[in-house]
C-alpha cells in the first residue's frame, strides 16, 4: 500500500484529526496512491463514509483506541495527541515514511520525516526534529476535502443584510455548547437558522426542545458542507479544523473555545482579525454570544473583510504542497 492514515474519532477528541486525514486521503487517491486508515472510530456515520463506494478507502477498524499495528507501506500519516514519540520511532522503523500531523509540538522529539502543522501559531513553536526532517508550517498547508475544492476561486458573496445563520461546533461536541448557542439566539427574529451536529455528537434530542423565533434547520452527518456553508451569511463554530473551512469559503464567523489546544488555534486567529472570538463556551453566556454574532450581523464592513481576508488567507492548493513536499522526502 501507497499510504496508511492513522487517526482516530471518539467524544474526548471529536472528529477533527480523522476528518482533516480524510482530506489528505482524498488527495493521495486522486493522485494515484492506494491509500488505507486504521482507526478507532465511535461515530458509525464516519466509518460507513470512508468506506463508501464514493470514498473507497480500506478500512482497518480498531476495537481499542491503545491499538498500534500499521500495516506496511511507504507512506504512513499519524494525526492525534494520543500518539507518542515511541510510536512514531516504531513506525520509522519499520521502514516506512512518515508524516506527522501535530497542532502544538508537545512532544520532546519527532521521530519522522515531514511535520504537518497548518495553524497559524504553527512559526512560533519549536520541533525538536533531524536534520532531515521537513518542517510544513502554516495555513498554506491546510487540508481540504474535495467538496471544497470545488469552490477554490470562487469569491464569497457578502450579503447587505444577513439573514442565514449556521451554527456548527463539530463531529462530538459532548458538552452541548449547540444547544447553548441555539438558545441565546432563540428570540432573535428575521433571520433562519442552520445547525450542523457531527456524526459524533449524541445531543441531537435535547437541541430539537429549543424553541426559537426564527425558523429552524438541525442536520447531522452532512455530507456537503461546503455548498451548505457557500448559502450562509455568518457563523459560530469552535476553534478546530472548521475555521479553515469557513475561511476558505468566505463566511464571517464567531468563534469559540471548547477544548484546550483551541486556545493556540483560536490565538492564532485573533493575530490577524479573522473571527470574533467570544472566548470558552463554557463561561460565554448567552448574551455574550448572542452579542457577539449581532455584531457581526449587524456590520456588513467588518462582514467583508472577513471574508475577503479569509479567503486571502487559505486557498486551497495545501493539500498540492503537502504532496509535492512528500515526493521529495522520498528523493532525499
Not at 483506541?65 to 506496511?72: E, N
Not at 502544538?104 to 502543522?117: G, R, S
Not at 504542497?321 to 532525499?332: P, Q
Request: proline share 3%.
Amino acid at each position: 500500500m501507497d499510504v496508511v492514515i492513522r487517526a482516530d474519532a471518539y467524544p474526548a477528541i471529536g472528529t477533527g484529526h480523522l476528518m482533516r486525514c480524510l482530506a489528505l486521503g482524498q488527495s493521495f487517491k486522486d493522485s494515484g496512491m492506494s491509500v488505507g486508515f486504521v482507526t478507532y472510530c465511535e461515530a458509525a456515520g464516519l466509518l460507513e463514509r470512508l468506506s463508501s463506494l464514493e470514498e473507497g478507502f480500506e478500512i482497518t477498524p480498531l476495537k481499542s483506541k491503545s491499538d498500534t499495528v500499521l500495516p506496511p507501506s511507504r507512506w504512513a500519516v499519524v494525526d492525534g495527541v494520543a500518539f507518542d514519540m515511541s510510536f512514531h520511532k516504531s513506525m520509522k522503523d519499520s521502514g516506512s515514511k512518515l508524516l506527522i500531523i501535530d497542532d502544538m509540538a508537545a512532544l520532546e522529539f519527532y521521530h519522522c520525516d515531514i511535520v504537518l502543522n497548518q495553524n497559524l501559531h504553527a512559526d512560533s513553536l519549536k520541533y525538536n526534529i533531524s536534520p532531515g526532517t521537513k518542517l510544513l508550517l502554516g495555513p498554506e498547508y491546510i487540508l481540504l476535502r474535495r467538496e471544497f475544492i470545488k469552490y477554490r476561486g470562487v469569491e464569497k458573496g457578502v450579503a447587505d443584510k444577513c439573514v442565514n445563520v449556521l451554527i456548527t461546533l463539530g463531529g462530538a461536541d459532548r458538552e452541548n455548547f449547540t444547544q447553548k448557542v441555539l438558545s441565546s439566539i432563540r428570540n432573535v427574529e428575521d433571520i433562519v437558522i442552520t445547525v450542523v451536529v457531527g456524526a459524533g455528537n449524541p445531543n441531537i434530542g435535547q437541541i430539537k426542545t429549543v424553541k426559537t423565533e426564527s425558523p429552524v434547520t438541525i442536520l447531522q452527518n452532512v455530507k456537503d458542507m461546503a455548498s451548505l456553508m457557500a448559502s450562509q451569511d455568518i457563523a459560530v463554530t469552535s476553534g478546530g479544523t472548521t475555521v479553515w473551512e469557513l475561511a476558505f469559503m468566505g463566511v464571517p464567523s464567531v468563534v469559540g473555545r471548547i477544548a484546550p489546544i483551541e486556545d493556540y488555534l483560536v490565538a492564532g486567529l485573533n493575530s490577524r482579525g479573522l473571527f470574533i472570538d467570544t472566548g470558552w463556551f463554557e463561561n460565554a453566556t448567552e448574551d455574550e454570544i448572542r452579542g457577539n454574532l449581532l455584531k457581526l450581523s449587524s456590520n456588513m464592513k467588518l462582514r467583508r473583510h472577513m471574508s475577503t481576508l479569509g479567503q486571502r488567507l487559505v486557498d486551497g492548493y495545501g493539500y498540492s504542497r503537502v504532496i509535492e513536499a512528500m515526493a521529495a522526502a522520498v528523493k532525499t
